[in-house]
């Protein structure tokens, strides 16, 4: 039973740092829910003068109503670190099971198969497919490989812009270059906790750990990449 209620999981990441989530369960996801539902109502609302133009403004109006259903999660969720209004308002994200942020079609195959989570009615088969979930997936997080996690209050990066350029202390292989590139390519997108985590594995290459190793490490980045 306690196993159940613990709701930290720890995965292991692409880059091989385990990063510990917190899964969220249905009570807190269904508040998300209805805010972003909420949301999508007032979107529409706002929209109905478009009634006064007619068929055309009819056409248009059902047109907006479709992208609002389902194109509106899709796109909080690919461009906003995984959150929809809603989810943000409550601190949570929505991520791949192995921490990873989620692109289109990870968004786009949990949200359409919604369809099937809302059967029979009142989204029997969602919280049916959550509580049977050791986390809480619905039945489009277990086909897309998602999870929808409590998300940690981002902590924001040191200035990476004035980050100097600087040569490695040691020989580095292709592979280790390009490691080091793709670091500086998308540290920033990840929180600075992540960040600075990743970045004290290459502590005996940058001598130093937290915010100044994660500035090392763009910093050879940019030499790597002939930025000096």
Request: hydrophobic share 45%; glycine share 10%.
């Amino acid at each position: 039973m306690s196993a159940r209620l613990d709701t930290l999981r720890v995965v292991e990441a692409p880059e091989g740092v385990e990063l510990g989530l917190k899964v969220a369960g249905p009570l807190v996801r269904s508040y998300a829910f209805l805010l972003d539902l909420l949301a999508r109502a007032s979107i529409v609302s706002g929209l109905s003068f478009l009634l006064l133009l007619g068929d055309v403004g009819l056409a248009f109006l059902l047109l907006l109503m479709f992208t609002a259903e389902w194109f509106y999660p899709v796109l909080f969720e690919v461009y906003w670190r995984g959150a929809t209004p809603g989810k943000r308002a409550l601190g949570l994200a929505v991520v791949r099971t192995d921490g990873t942020p989620v692109g289109w079609p990870e968004s786009l195959l949990r949200n359409f198969l919604r369809t099937v989570d809302m059967l029979p009615v009142g989204y029997a088969t969602g919280l049916v497919s959550c509580v049977l979930s050791r986390d809480f997936q619905r039945l489009g997080d277990r086909v897309a490989g998602t999870v929808v996690v409590h998300a940690p209050k981002r902590e924001r990066l040191p200035e990476l812009a004035k980050a100097q350029s600087r040569a490695p202390g040691l020989a580095l292989s292709a592979g280790e270059q390009a490691a080091i590139v793709e670091y500086a390519s998308r540290c920033e997108g990840w929180t600075a906790a992540r960040a600075k985590e990743l970045a004290d594995h290459l502590e005996p290459l940058t001598e130093s750990k937290g915010e100044e190793g994660v500035k090392r490490v763009v910093g050879m980045a940019r030499w790597l990449e002939g930025a000096q």
